[in-house]
């Protein structure tokens, strides 16, 4: 069985994190899996990217083109939006590669066009990161759910028409994808029910398989040793944070974070906790969160981050949505445990009381209590730290992720050819 997965990059992002760990852990298990992306920046001879540098250019040019008919709407808010309307090389580019089985991923910043799914003609599992694949053009819906109907008049463009950009995005992916062979995989059951309230995708198959990690590397590391590493003070409770545009993305819930961490200060704890920062570098005027704060910038390797969350005694993970939540499955397999809000896919990685704590959605008041209650009490931080590395050892491993994957693949190959057949013996019958 030959694999390939397709996703716009293979290095950054939380996508191209998860679709590479995918793509490992199925060749880990003795499959064939390939990956064909828009941009390469690693050394992986089974990851294929346009060779040309002048091709590569030319896609990130494309981006510009793509974000095109946003200007249409002055009053859009500075959020991801992608018509994926531009066309694409990727039909022979596949066909060059010739899979058996294709698994798509997260494939906007015009790296390929609505349309091209149906001119791929081999069966189709796609992998959602997020809420794109079923709204009109949108990666994070926020309150709004108008894609339960057809979308349109789209808080996040700033219309109030009908018949606006997310509109003719919808109906173009309701035409393009009518009759696809797809079969759908999200990570966390919140992400599973918003996909199949939509009418895109409610008469297909939806399966929950959460992404993997490697346990073997990401794996508890001597917290006094790593925490000298990274030049850390030895004698305080460190609270950490951290994603892409950690500080900036107003999904990640910093806006959020920072007057729980200034209610934690007024209540005793400043002379106890510091504030450690990923994904951000230190801006110019820092914002006061109440306790000294270390900003590390962006981590790009896998060992970084876990030394980070070994030195770390606690992890927020104060997001508004997410789809899963790498980071953290990430802090629990290092043993950390994890504070979030009680809602998305967060509710399939956190166990209240049991290796974090969920917060109201999304009272800071309750945020402020959970990272206090986590830390404060060395006897059930040691227990919460036990049961954060086993909910991964028991849920989150990359061989079990790739077993179920693999296990798809064979169920969706095996309907094609019966379906295959079915439209042959179908066809022979009329002309008889």
């Known amino acids: 069985m030959n694999i390939l997965h397709i996703n716009t990059y293979d290095v950054g992002g939380g996508a191209a ?6 793509h490992k852990g199925l060749q880990d298990i003795g499959l064939n899996s390939q990956m064909l992306v828009q941009e390469k920046h690693s ?41 994926q309307w531009l066309p694409d090389r990727v039909v022979p580019q596949v066909a060059r590669i010739n899979p058996d089985i294709i698994n798509l991923h997260w494939f906007t910043a015009g790296f390929m066009q609505i349309e091209t799914l149906a001119k791929l003609k081999r069966p189709l599992v796609w992998t959602l990161h997020d809420m794109w694949g079923f709204t009109g053009g949108c990666h994070v819906a926020g309150e709004c759910d108008r894609y339960k109907k057809s979308c349109g008049a789209c808080p996040l463009l700033g219309s109030s028409k009908e018949k606006d950009l997310s509109r003719w995005v919808w109906e173009r992916k309701a035409k393009a994808w009518k009759n696809l062979d797809l079969t759908l995989i999200t990570p966390s059951v919140w992400l599973a029910d918003c996909a199949k309230s939509s009418p895109l995708f409610e008469n297909l198959r939806v399966e929950v398989i959460s992404h993997g990690l490697d346990t ?14 990274l030049n850390l003070p030895q004698d305080k409770k460190l609270i950490l944070f951290g994603a892409m545009s950690a500080t900036s993305d107003k999904n990640k819930g910093f806006h959020l974070l920072q007057p729980a961490l200034q209610e934690l200060s007024k209540s005793g704890y400043k002379d106890n906790y510091e504030v450690v920062i990923f994904g951000a570098n230190e801006p110019e005027n820092p914002p006061d969160l109440g306790f000294k704060a270390h900003y590390v910038g962006r981590l790009s390797d896998d060992t970084s981050l876990v030394t980070l ?49 969920l917060a109201k959605p999304y009272e800071v ?10 830390i404060e009490n060395i006897e ?25 994957y693999s296990r798809l693949y064979q169920e ?5 050819k019966k379906h295959e057949l079915q439209c042959q013996t179908d066809k022979l019958s009329v002309s008889m």
């Open 17 to 22: 994190r998860a679709a590479c760990r995918l």
């Open 43 to 83: 050394d992986d001879k089974t990851i294929f990217a346009p060779k040309l540098r002048l091709s590569q250019g030319i896609a990130r040019t494309k981006l510009t083109f793509e974000t095109l008919p946003l200007k249409l709407y002055p009053q859009q808010k500075n959020t991801g939006f992608y018509a």
């Open 216 to 229: 073997q590397k990401f794996r508890p590391l001597n917290k006094n040793s790593v925490r000298e590493i």
């Open 309 to 357: 969350y070994s030195a770390a005694d606690v992890m927020i993970v104060p997001s508004l949505q997410e789809s899963f939540g790498q980071t953290a499955s990430e802090s629990l397999a290092c043993g950390t445990p994890v504070v979030a809000f009680n809602a998305t896919g967060l509710r399939d990685i956190v166990e209240h009381e049991v290796n974090g704590y």
């Open 365 to 374: 008041e309750d945020l402020a209590k959970g990272i206090s209650w986590v």
């Open 380 to 404: 059930r931080h040691k227990k919460l730290s036990f049961y954060a590395r086993e909910k991964v050892e028991r849920e989150f491993t990359l061989e079990l992720q790739a077993s179920r």
């Open 412 to 416: 969706v190959l095996i309907a094609s």
